[in-house]
């Protein structure tokens, strides 16, 4: 873009708005079944896009300047606390940050010898792999059951080393949708007096409201001895506008840590509680009033109707020849493969008569649904992942559907076909030697159009990083996202 020379209208920039958002996935409707979260009433959406416009201007930076960001913040952090079994926390801007800073309070309150280290099961969120990178820990990966994917409470003691200054859970993981033993977990963490973490960010605001519904959830929160400190996204099953997460902690003291304070500069005092210091209250604004606007009955509603879907969407899937779901999901998000798939091939058809799901994805994208492709890691099998909300129920029969075509699309299609050596090919890139021009002619040189738009084939895409290690993959996606910035 180029900066006009004069300036344009306001009716003009919307339009502009509208054409650049033509290719996008719709964010309305459930057949997008990740990334958004649609309750089905558009005037909860309407009241959270109202409140957040009102608070747009507001900066969270100096809270004695705008007193309204704290009486909403103590709000918000304490309708997640009353639900969650306590604590006091912080506001921030999505889960990543609410990690972020669980494990700095974990590693500012715990000195030790060598470089702090974290347990962190291989299906917990990167999101502990980010704040390890950016905060100097080491992460110990604590495996997990190949059959349930929990993690084994026997593997997180023994990842516990003396420089251990946190050990992590999910509730529930979101690769799976399963729950961590988190009781049995926190119990040994305490035992050895090192702090646990909940990440509960996808679970926090949606397995109160399963469990009220009928599901049978495990105790997961701040309740259960041993706990320290759990995360909460509301801009997941909160359904507020994306920005808006909770991260508690069981100890005010702990909390401190997490904190931030500068006076050492000339200019204004700097105290933060996030990683972000000037921001737009917006966020706040829209969850405040997502909470508001649904109350408890609202969310129990969603809840109860995000349970239905859930269970008839697993058993759906596994009446589907050739599928099969993978562990027994307590949650409202279903992961599934190819039957017979015990993982580590390449889309999940190493015997040539299973259901290749990268190819299933695109065909499935092709017919209007978006449904996430996850790939194969430590031995857990490439899968597809659904995150079923509260407005599934209603297209759940057209998802299944819709599942099933593309299953028999993808059998009739096959596998994705690898130009030969490719692989081979992309494993030895000296990537260093590239630059993102080179390396995007390189990619359509072999079918892989990185600049386009519209409905992007991606199997191939897939099938390439699947059938690489997850140091290999990591710099590939990193030279990906620069080319398409280029
Ligand atoms: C379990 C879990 N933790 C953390 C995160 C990170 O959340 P965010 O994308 O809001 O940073 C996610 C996102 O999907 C998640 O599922």
């Given at each position: 873009?180029?900066?006009?020379?004069?300036?344009?209208?306001?009716?003009?920039?919307?339009?502009?708005?509208?054409?650049?958002?033509?290719?996008?996935?719709?964010?309305?409707?459930?057949?997008?079944?990740?990334?958004?979260y649609?309750t089905?009433?558009?005037?909860v959406?309407?009241?959270a896009?109202?409140?957040?416009?009102?608070?747009?201007?507001?900066?969270?930076?100096?809270?004695?300047?705008?007193?309204?960001?704290?009486?909403?913040?103590?709000?918000v952090v304490g309708a997640v606390a009353d639900l969650l079994g306590?604590?006091?926390g912080?506001f921030t801007?999505g889960g990543?940050?609410s990690?972020?800073?669980?494990?700095?309070?974990?590693?500012?309150?715990?000195?030790?010898?060598?470089?702090?280290?974290?347990?962190?099961?291989?299906?917990?969120?990167?999101?502990?792999?980010?704040?390890?990178?950016?905060?100097?820990?080491?992460?110990?990966?604590?495996?997990?059951?190949?059959?349930?994917?929990?993690?084994?409470?026997?593997?997180?003691?023994?990842?516990?080393?003396?420089?251990?200054?946190?050990?992590?859970?999910?509730a529930p993981?979101?690769?799976?949708?399963?729950?961590?033993?988190?009781?049995?977990?926190?119990?040994?963490?305490?035992?050895?007096?090192?702090?646990?973490?909940v990440d509960a960010c996808v679970g926090g605001w949606l397995l109160p409201w399963l469990r009220e519904a009928?599901?049978?959830i495990?105790?997961f929160d701040l309740?259960?001895?041993?706990?320290?400190?759990l995360s909460c996204d509301l801009h997941k099953f909160g359904y507020a506008p994306?920005?808006a997460s909770v991260v508690l902690?069981?100890?005010?003291?702990?909390?401190?840590?997490?904190?931030?304070?500068?006076?050492?500069?000339?200019?204004?005092?700097?105290?933060?509680?996030?990683?972000?210091?000037?921001?737009?209250?917006?966020?706040?604004?829209g969850a405040w009033?997502t909470l508001q606007a649904l109350g408890r009955?609202g969310y129990l509603e969603l809840g109860?109707?995000t349970?239905?879907?859930?269970?008839?969407?697993?058993?759906?899937?596994?009446?589907?020849?050739?599928?099969?779901?993978?562990?027994?999901?307590?949650s409202a998000l279903?992961?599934?493969?190819?039957?017979?798939?015990?993982?580590?091939?390449?889309?999940?058809?190493?015997?040539?008569?299973?259901?290749?799901?990268?190819?299933?994805?695109?065909?499935?994208?092709?017919?209007?649904?978006?449904?996430?492709?996850?790939?194969?890691?430590?031995?857990?099998?490439?899968?597809?992942?659904?995150t079923?909300t509260g407005?599934?129920?209603?297209?759940?029969?057209?998802?299944?559907?819709?599942?099933?075509?593309?299953?028999?699309?993808?059998?009739?299609?096959?596998?994705?076909?690898?130009?030969?050596?490719?692989?081979?090919?992309?494993?030895?890139?000296?990537?260093?030697?590239?630059?993102?021009?080179?390396?995007?002619?390189?990619?359509?040189?072999?079918?892989?159009?990185?600049?386009?738009?519209?409905?992007?084939?991606?199997?191939?895409?897939?099938?390439?990083?699947?059938?690489?290690?997850?140091?290999?993959?990591?710099?590939?996606?990193?030279?990906?996202?620069?080319?398409?910035?280029?």
């Open positions: 873009m180029s900066l006009p020379d004069k300036g344009r209208s306001t009716e003009e920039l919307l339009a502009e708005i509208t054409r650049l958002k033509r290719e996008d996935l719709p964010v309305r409707g459930g057949k997008v079944t990740a990334y958004v649609d089905g009433r558009p005037e959406h309407e009241a896009a109202r409140a957040y416009f009102e608070m747009l201007e507001v900066n969270t930076l100096d809270p004695t300047a705008f007193p309204s960001v704290v009486e909403m913040e103590k709000q306590g604590g006091s912080i801007s990543t940050e990690i972020m800073l669980a494990v700095k309070a974990a590693r500012d309150a715990r000195k030790t010898e060598g470089r702090p280290r974290m347990a962190v099961p291989v299906t917990a969120h990167p999101a502990f792999h980010k704040a390890a990178h950016y905060l100097g820990l080491v992460v110990d990966a604590v495996p997990v059951d190949p059959v349930t994917f929990r993690a084994s409470p026997s593997d997180v003691e023994a990842a516990i080393t003396e420089d251990t200054v946190l050990v992590v859970a999910s993981s979101y690769p799976q949708g399963v729950i961590d033993p988190v009781a049995r977990i926190a119990g040994i963490a305490a035992a050895r007096g090192v702090p646990c973490h009928g599901a049978d495990p105790p309740s259960v001895p041993g706990v320290t400190s994306k920005g902690f069981a100890d005010p003291a702990m909390r401190r840590r997490a904190y931030f304070a500068s006076a050492s500069w000339p200019g204004y005092t700097v105290i933060n509680a996030t990683v972000q210091s000037s921001k737009s209250a917006g966020p706040l604004g009033a009955e109860r109707t349970l239905a879907a859930a269970r008839e969407l697993r058993a759906g899937i596994a009446k589907i020849p050739g599928l099969r779901v993978l562990g027994d999901p307590e279903v992961a599934f493969g190819s039957d017979g798939d015990s993982g580590g091939d390449s889309g999940g058809d190493s015997d040539g008569d299973g259901v290749d799901v990268f190819v299933l994805s695109d065909e499935a994208r092709r017919r209007g649904w978006f449904l996430q492709p996850q790939l194969s890691y430590a031995g857990i099998p490439a899968n597809i992942h659904i079923v407005v599934t129920l209603r297209g759940v029969e057209a998802m299944l559907e819709v599942i099933a075509e593309a299953v028999e699309a993808a059998r009739e299609r096959g596998p994705a076909k690898l130009p030969e050596g490719l692989v081979e090919l992309v494993a030895g890139l000296d990537l260093d030697a590239l630059d993102d021009a080179a390396f995007g002619e390189l990619a359509s040189a072999v079918g892989v159009d990185l600049g386009g738009s519209g409905q992007p084939e991606m199997a191939v895409v897939n099938a390439v990083l699947d059938a690489l290690p997850a140091d290999r993959r990591e710099a590939i996606l990193i030279r990906f996202l620069s080319v398409i910035y280029s």
